[in-house]
């Protein structure tokens, strides 16, 4: 069986098809797309057991959104956090006032990788304020931050950690902000999908850590992702299927496969404007009536 790297459910909808063929049905999954706030948004369902084994994913909600080219275009960026909030409300359990815990996963000291730690920097934390000045902070959403790390460099598991802590704080929610990876280079950095699913940390890349999702926390767990590397296998696989060249399995690349991955030369610059547009996506869904201006100044 061929295997292409991706963990994006539009992807994998994508490669199925790709194998199957055009006019074979997919069972158990719908897909639909539309256009909001000037940006394509994908939305792939996963419906039962036979989309769950179809596209090797867990059952659940799966939304992509595809960002304009000038996503860090003052105008574009206001749209592009706008119409981020709209699909993550969407999947957030009900209550404006209801807690919240956002978590950053990833390596900090790994650009590609540390896209979660960088989100929240742009993310506000009123937890403290609503309990302890509520005459100024009362009408705010109480939203706490956690950065676990990653376990070579702490020990203990990712998940292990958020349990803990959700156990001790009890949220509504979990969000975690994770860096992805993508079959394409086109839509390195330039999609961001959001799951009602949880996560599985290091997936993309080989790697798995221990689940994050309602089943291992017993809360909601919504992932945001933004792809940021390509398994270079996969790429190549691609490059010479566009090409013409019919399918290639990108195992037959040998350790080249499965042991490179690329990423843009200005990743930092990229992951640095994605985790902002995350960071106050997530703001404008957590708070009713922010405005971009109110989050700035509220993190300055």
Request: charged share 25%.
């Amino acid at each position: 069986m061929i295997v292409k790297r991706t963990d994006l459910a539009v992807e994998a909808r994508e490669i199925w098809r790709e194998s199957a063929g055009e006019t074979t049905q997919l069972q158990g999954v719908e897909a639909k797309e539309k256009l909001s706030r000037g940006l394509i948004i994908e939305t792939v369902k996963i419906l039962d057991e036979n989309g769950e084994k179809a596209l090797n994913k867990p059952k659940g909600s799966y939304i992509t959104v595809s960002l304009g080219s000038n996503a860090g275009d003052a105008e574009q960026f206001q749209e592009t956090c706008m119409a981020l909030a709209d699909e993550l409300r969407s999947l957030l359990p009900e209550g404006d006032k209801s807690q919240v815990l956002v978590v950053g996963l990833g390596n900090r000291y790994i650009t590609p990788d540390n896209l979660g730690p960088n989100a929240l920097r742009h993310t506000m934390v009123t937890r403290h304020l609503v309990e302890q000045v509520s005459e100024y902070f009362g009408n705010f959403r109480p939203v706490s931050t956690l950065e676990p790390g990653v376990l070579a460099n702490t020990g203990v598991e990712s998940a292990e950690i958020i349990k803990a802590l959700t156990e001790k704080i009890r949220p509504a929610a979990v969000i975690a902000v994770d860096a992805l990876t993508s079959r394409r280079m086109k839509r390195v950095c330039t999609t961001i999908q959001i799951a009602d699913t949880g996560i599985v940390p290091g997936s993309g890349v080989g790697n798995s850590r221990a689940e994050i999702s309602r089943n291992s926390l017993g809360v909601p767990v919504i992932a945001i992702g933004v792809p940021t590397i390509v398994d270079a296998g996969t790429l190549a696989a691609d490059l010479m299927e566009s090409s013409g060249m019919g399918e290639v399995d990108p195992s037959s690349f040998g350790d080249f496969g499965g042991n490179v991955m690329v990423t843009p030369r200005d990743i930092d610059e990229r992951v640095s404007e994605l985790a902002k547009i995350v960071g106050y996506g997530i703001n404008l869904a957590l708070h009713k009536d922010m405005s971009i201006d109110d989050i700035t100044a509220f993190l300055s």
